[in-house]
């Protein structure tokens, strides 16, 4: 059973730096493409940044060069470091487990990201 755990989030000034973890449970990396995802108020959902069970990694060009995608196997998390905040920034972040075997795709429940102006 797979389990995505989001945790990292918080009110933070324009500029500034927080790092998200999500930790992934039923989760073998090497089969799963990973992502992070956000959603603003009356906004849609969108792609933040992504990395496939190979290692590659992908990101939307509003964060390019400021946010960072990674994951521990060993401790089964994902990671996004995010640099240089804004306040568009701000949202629900939630992680994203897509199997590449089946394409079955699991959530979190989000955490919170508020970047103040």
């Known amino acids: 059973q797979v389990q995505l755990v989001e945790s990292g989030g918080g009110l933070v000034q324009a500029g500034g730096s927080l790092r998200l973890s999500c930790a992934a449970s039923g989760v073998w990396f090497r089969y799963f493409a990973m992502a992070w995802y956000r959603q603003a108020p009356g906004k849609q959902r969108e792609l933040v940044a992504g990395?496939?069970?190979?290692?590659?990694?992908n990101y939307a060009e509003s964060v390019k060069g400021r946010f960072t995608i990674s994951r521990d196997s060993n401790a089964d998390t994902l990671f996004l470091q995010m640099n240089s905040l804004k306040p568009e920034d701000t949202g629900v972040y939630h992680c994203n487990a897509r199997s590449e075997v089946s394409g079955t795709d699991y959530w979190g429940q989000g955490t919170q990201v508020t970047v103040s102006a």
């Open positions: 990395i496939t069970g190979g290692g590659n990694t």
